[in-house]
């Protein structure tokens, strides 16, 4: 199959990736995340066609491409191209007007690694049809539908936090959203001297999306026992840890842990919050490993790439504070390294985890950046 690879565009849009500050697996337990989009994004090329139903979208990444039918959208063996046939098949259920168009994509963001370039995927696509075939679609509606697609045709039960920072990011800010009422506030990111760097630990263990699954499952398990005692809880936002310990003999200990980590990491994101106002950088980095421990030992989603790298920060002063970000099971490591040290540190740390996994480690500054922009327009 002959893929159109280069065009005139009509349209291009950016669409970025995402870091969460802290905040991890609260998203779907209704709590609060303290997210921001980055600088780091997939750039989508947009032209219609003249076909009312021929879409052919290209990875310049992956040197190939799919095309597809709108009359009949299914899911495909490929997992990249579901997360496109998702927002596509999302958006035919809510308007006749999109048609024939060609795409190609071109990114920055590696995949796998826990900055979310599935959200950044499905919401680029998303905002591009919308305007390029002007469904008059608001951002949310293109958040939702995004996290509707993930659902529907890859399979992960994920919440909505990698789409509503992708599509909502600002520029040097991080956002503290609420996943229940959906209210969020822009919070300054003021780190200085200190600098975000990731370290990406080159694994996503393949196992990453039916434990995510199983994960929401024991969260669920939770509620349900807590509903027997307090009928007003609806989820674990609605749980504090003396509620918790009440009914701490009904739920095995898996539950409970999950339990437990959920109610500290909600507690954790809105001192986050507080730290980055007052600018408490010691606290700021307190937090982002007490966040890392939570992550390891009770929510069990680490892995021993990502403990090693924690561990290893733990060790060295310049580091304020580490953990593995997004859903889990190793991709990047945020740390906060102070800017006189980056240097010195990513050379050390590098070659420690090369030393003891083999692995070349990967290395890159993020800044809280804008979400997804229409870039040029004819
Ligand atoms: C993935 C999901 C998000 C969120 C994170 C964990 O990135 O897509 O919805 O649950 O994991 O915080």
């Known amino acids: 199959m002959q893929f159109l690879t280069d065009f005139t565009p009509e349209l291009v849009v950016a669409s970025p990736g995402r870091i969460n500050l802290i905040g991890e697996h609260t998203d779907y337990n209704l709590g609060y995340v303290l997210p921001a989009a980055i600088a780091r994004k997939i750039t989508f090329n947009f032209q219609r066609n003249n076909s009312d139903d021929r879409c052919h979208i290209y990875s310049k990444q992956y040197k190939t491409g799919f095309s597809i039918d709108l009359k009949s959208v299914r899911r495909s063996a490929m997992e990249w191209e579901n997360y496109l046939l998702g927002v596509i098949h999302e958006i035919t259920k809510k308007t006749d007007r999109l048609r024939g168009f060609n795409c190609t994509i071109e990114s920055d963001l590696p995949a796998g ?6 959200a950044a995927l499905e919401c680029g696509l998303a905002f591009g049809l919308n305007d390029l075939f002007g469904l008059g679609l608001s951002k949310i509606s293109m958040v939702k539908l995004s996290q509707r697609a993930e659902h529907n045709f890859v399979g992960t039960q994920c919440g909505i936090m990698d789409q509503f920072a992708s599509v909502m990011g600002a520029d040097g800010h991080a956002m503290l959203l609420d996943c229940r009422s959906l209210d969020h506030t822009h919070i300054p990111m003021e780190l200085a001297p200190y600098k975000m760097v990731m370290l990406n630990t080159k694994v996503s263990h393949n196992l990453a999306s039916s434990a995510y699954n199983i994960r929401k499952s024991e969260c669920e398990e939770g509620v349900s026992i807590l509903k027997a005692k307090y009928p007003e809880v609806q989820s674990l936002r609605d749980v504090n840890t003396p509620m918790l310990l009440e009914c701490r003999d009904r739920m095995n200990t898996t ?112 800044r809280p950046s804008r979400g997804t922009t229409i870039t040029y327009t004819k």
């Open 113 to 118: 690694s826990g900055l979310s370039s599935s």
């Open 255 to 366: 539950v409970f842990n999950r339990c437990s980590f959920i109610i500290s990491e909600n507690n954790r994101v809105l001192a986050m919050v507080d730290a980055l106002r007052k600018k408490d950088l010691n606290n700021i980095g307190a937090l982002l490993y007490e966040a890392h421990e939570g992550i390891r030992t009770l929510y069990e989603v680490s892995c021993p790439e990502s403990d090693f790298l924690v561990d290893f920060a733990k060790k060295h002063p310049e580091v304020l504070g580490a953990r593995q970000t997004g859903g889990g099971f190793g991709g990047c490591v945020l740390h906060l390294v102070h800017e006189k040290s980056v240097t010195r540190f990513v050379e050390s740390a590098t070659h420690a985890y090369k030393k003891k996994f083999n692995i070349p480690l990967e290395a890159f500054e993020v």
